[in-house]
């Protein structure tokens, strides 16, 4: 991160305060703090069940110095759009707040990408002016490591568990952001807290969308990774560095890497630090290695930049 | 002040929504409930009113936008019918809990399977314990004037509750009726601007939908359900001063030819009005017969309806659903509750009729009458009978 991002955001404020009850090392909470400095206090999140409703608010305690509110696990674009709604009503009839206000859902990969998938489909089809952020952690970790369709391929969850005829997750991760994109809405990107400075300039290309924008935002689990509480960020380091989460925007329809990586390291470098994917042979890796080489491939020429 | 216009019922809910300046409709349509949202969005559609209508995906969805909506303080509408009831169900009691004053519509309809979208009362009993307020309107003028009185209700700060005011679908929701429609100013003048007390604002954040622990869902529980009871006097309020302005009477126990009344026919909803004639028959005929209309549904009215049966020696009480392997009706059961351990003892008979769409007929009303005598009389062990099933 840059020195002048670095000031912008230690001046920014807090807007989730300490004192949550994340795991040791949640790169999750992280990116929500991050996120919340670069909104800035003129927002409203309404957000999903999940880890990070449960982390901030225990009755009859919370850590959102923002306007905030929970209400299940499916609908959290629907509640965001009558938000939306009912604030552009109000402000049009002179009976509401007369100023821009940013209008924020959240939830987990299982809430974006499985159970909430319709009503975020229908909020972005609508074209509410909102953000969605999608925090994925790939898999459903506050009810206990269930997979989810963001889990990875061979990654070993609770309910896909390696064993002597399963090798994990069989199949592939859901392409959540390619699903948004369809949509045709403003604005898209990837992101990770690993890269503080490129997720705040995200945040507020997203704030500035005219009409909806999605966030996808890479969410390191330790706990349910079952790695080192420690190297979270890195991990989300390794993941943008191996390809497996690369970075990249798309605006008004056009794809953009935002941080192109020359030379690819092995996806081993990434897996090896992972309980989940512990049990992989070199022939998965090597699976999962021409996966993520290939889609790479894909992503560079859907933004313009020739194959190497 | 006001106009009579012949309309529909769905088409007087539309004015109504329209003349309380509503803000925020989000609604999915569903059978029989449909021309309420079309009405809805040709009115915002022509600007009479000034609305953001929300055509969202699902019911789900629905009254999760109203939820948001309401949230931010605007006056918030929605509408549906039977399955989209069920859809809703999860953020029916989310709405409650969150003490959202949402205005919602139901036409009443039958439940699948088999699918059935004509009326009955299945889905609003399915939604019972929810925690909105529930009554039901038996024709246009009631479903006009009680969508107005409710969003009174449901915004009053001594409220701050869901109301859902159910109409029998088809059977009212598709019916024209001479209808007198009230005109803004006076609407204005009986129903203030919505001012919520703690509405999401960056200016005074607040958090909610916080989650409860063991230590505190007993208590937050406890809260709601004393603060639902507590709004039966502002429920009665509102009706009262609707009656003292537009003339028009409601109230949640209402009684027609009690006096001298040995057998009671209780029936909630539309089909009240077939009944009152069928009763009128009777009493020409000498008949010791009345009837009542129960038209408050939650809060449950069980002073008033021990009171209204304080003379009666039958009591016969007509369910449009069943609670499958239940005791019958469930407004029957309700009913034995209210009047259990109380001095008066009269004997009910549960009856159910009208289903799916089915006509209950005056000359069935007049038989339920004769069945009860002879159940009663006879001391016959049935706990309840379904009419007119075809053998």
């Known amino acids: 991160m840059n020195e002048q991002t670095l000031q912008k955001l230690k001046e920014a404020g807090e807007l989730f305060s300490p004192g949550h009850r994340a795991c040791i090392g949640c790169v999750e909470v992280l990116a929500v703090r991050q996120i919340c400095k670069a909104l800035g206090k003129d927002t409203i999140i309404a957000n999903a069940t999940g880890c990070m409703q449960i982390v901030s608010s225990p009755l009859p305690t919370t850590n959102w110095m923002v306007p905030w509110i929970h209400t299940l696990f499916e609908n959290t674009a629907a509640v965001a759009s009558g938000i939306e709604a009912g604030l552009k009503a109000m402000r049009r009839k002179g009976t509401g707040i007369d100023r821009d206000i940013t209008v924020v859902a959240m939830g987990g990969d299982g809430a974006t990408a499985d159970i909430g998938l319709q009503a975020l489909s229908g909020a972005l089809e609508r074209g509410h002016k909102f953000l969605y952020v999608c925090f994925d952690n790939e898999a459903y970790m506050n009810t206990g490591i269930q997979r989810s369709s963001t889990t990875p391929f061979g990654a070993s969850t609770t309910t896909s568990p390696s064993g002597k005829t399963s090798i994990g997750k069989v199949t592939w991760k859901k392409d959540m952001p390619a699903i948004a994109a369809a949509h045709n809405i403003p604005y898209v990107a990837t992101a990770c807290p690993s890269y503080s400075a490129d997720l705040v300039k995200k945040v507020k290309k997203a704030q500035q969308a005219d009409g909806p924008a999605y966030l996808h935002v890479f969410s390191v689990c330790p706990t349910g990774w079952r790695a080192k509480p420690e190297i979270g960020l890195e991990l989300g380091r390794l993941a943008v560095e191996t390809g497996i989460f690369p970075l990249y925007e798309i605006e008004n329809g056009r794809w953009k890497m935002t941080k192109t990586v020359q030379h690819l390291k092995p996806v081993q470098e990434y897996l090896k630090h992972q309980g989940r994917f512990r049990h992989l042979t070199p022939d998965m890796v090597a699976r999962i290695q021409d996966m993520v080489t290939s889609r790479y491939q894909t992503l560079l020429q859907k933004c313009g930049i020739a194959p190497s | ?391």
């Open chain 2, 1 to 391: 002040m006001s106009k009579r216009r012949g309309i529909e019922a769905s088409a007087a809910v539309a004015e109504a929504v329209a003349a309380a300046n509503v803000d925020v409709i989000a609604a999915y349509p569903i059978t029989p409930q449909t021309h309420i949202v079309e009405r809805i969005s040709e009115i915002v559609a022509d600007g009479i009113l000034d609305a953001e209508f929300i055509c969202v995906e699902s019911e789900h969805s629905a009254l999760s936008a109203c939820l948001g909506s309401a949230a931010v303080g605007a006056r918030t509408f929605t509408a549906t019918a039977g399955q989209g009831l069920e859809l809703m169900h999860e953020v029916l009691y989310v709405t409650a809990s969150m003490r959202l004053p949402v205005v919602m519509v139901v036409a009443n309809r039958a439940l699948s399977g088999p699918l059935n979208v004509w009326g009955d009362h299945s889905d609003v009993m399915a939604a019972r314990d929810c925690g909105w307020i529930q009554y039901f309107a038996e024709n246009a003028q009631e479903v006009y004037d009680l969508t107005i009185c409710a969003f009174r209700i449901a915004e009053d700060h001594r409220c701050l509750f869901p109301v859902m005011v159910n109409m029998d679908g088809f059977h009212v929701s598709h019916v024209v009726e001479p209808v007198e429609l009230l005109d803004r100013d006076a609407v204005a003048s009986f129903l203030p601007p919505n001012r919520y007390p703690l509405p999401l604002h960056p200016d005074r954040p607040v958090t909610m939908g916080a989650f409860a622990p063991p230590v505190l869902y007993t208590e937050c529980r406890t809260a709601q359900e004393e603060a639902l009871r507590a709004t039966f006097p502002v429920i009665k309020e509102a009706w009262d001063d609707f009656a003292n302005r537009f003339g028009r009477r409601y109230a949640p126990v209402e009684t027609y030819r009690l006096d001298g009344a040995e057998c009671v026919l209780v029936v909630m909803g539309s089909f009240a009005e077939t009944a009152a004639a069928v009763i009128d028959r009777l009493r020409d005929a000498g008949k010791p017969v009345g009837l009542i209309r129960l038209r408050l549904w939650r809060p449950f009215p069980f002073a008033e309806i021990r009171q209204a049966l304080s003379n009666a020696r039958i009591v016969i009480v007509c369910d449009r659903s069943i609670s499958y392997g239940g005791p019958g009706g469930p407004v029957c059961s309700e009913l034995k509750a209210a009047l259990f351990g109380h001095a008066h003892q009269p004997r009910i008979v549960s009856f159910i009729a009208g289903l799916g769409g089915r006509d209950i007929l005056p000359e069935q009303f007049a038989s339920m009458v004769d069945r009860a005598t002879e159940i009663v009389e006879r001391n016959l062990p049935v706990d309840y009978e379904i009419i007119g099933v075809r053998q």
